[in-house]
């Protein structure tokens, strides 16, 4: 948490500015320490607008608490979700059928199909020549 405070510090300030206004509280570990604005270190704890007396450390370390059991569950759903999608492409990768079985498949469609033609042009020649009444 602590790096995470110092690149919001250095990069992100009025990521600071939002977590002390939310948090009530001003700078990282104390009042002086990385808090918002950064050109005044102690301006946080003397501004009229903020003024509090607290470092967010425990404030944000309460929150991450409070929250851990959400964080939870959303990760376990995730998990599961990703397992039932490797299982369902596992299955579906097993009914795909080899080179061999398709080959075979499509030579079974093709007798079935000549068959077919075959008995139509039979019943085609039985009503030509009438003995289909």
């Known amino acids: 948490?602590?790096?995470?405070?110092?690149?919001?510090?250095?990069?992100?300030?009025?990521?600071?500015?939002?977590?002390?206004?939310?948090?009530?509280?001003?700078?990282?570990?104390?009042?002086?320490?990385?808090?918002?604005?950064?050109?005044?270190?102690?301006?946080?704890?003397?501004?009229?607008?903020?003024?509090?007396?607290?470092g967010c450390r425990p404030e944000l370390h309460s929150a991450v608490k409070d929250n851990i059991n959400n964080l939870?569950?959303?990760?376990?759903?995730?998990?599961?979700?990703?397992?039932?999608?490797?299982v369902l492409g596992g299955l579906l990768a097993i009914r795909i059928p080899n080179p061999m079985e398709r080959e075979e498949e499509l030579r079974e469609e093709e007798r079935r199909l000549l068959a077919r033609m075959n008995r139509r042009s039979d019943e085609v020649e039985d009503t030509e020549t009438g003995r289909g009444f």
């Open 72 to 86: 939870s569950i959303v990760a376990a759903s995730l998990i599961a979700f990703q397992l039932l999608a490797l």
């Open 1 to 54: 948490m602590d790096r995470a405070w110092d690149y919001a510090y250095q990069h992100h300030p009025r990521i600071i500015r939002d977590i002390q206004e939310d948090y009530s509280c001003c700078g990282f570990n104390d009042p002086v320490d990385r808090a918002f604005p950064k050109r005044f270190p102690d301006s946080c704890l003397n501004d009229p607008n903020f003024g509090f007396a607290n």
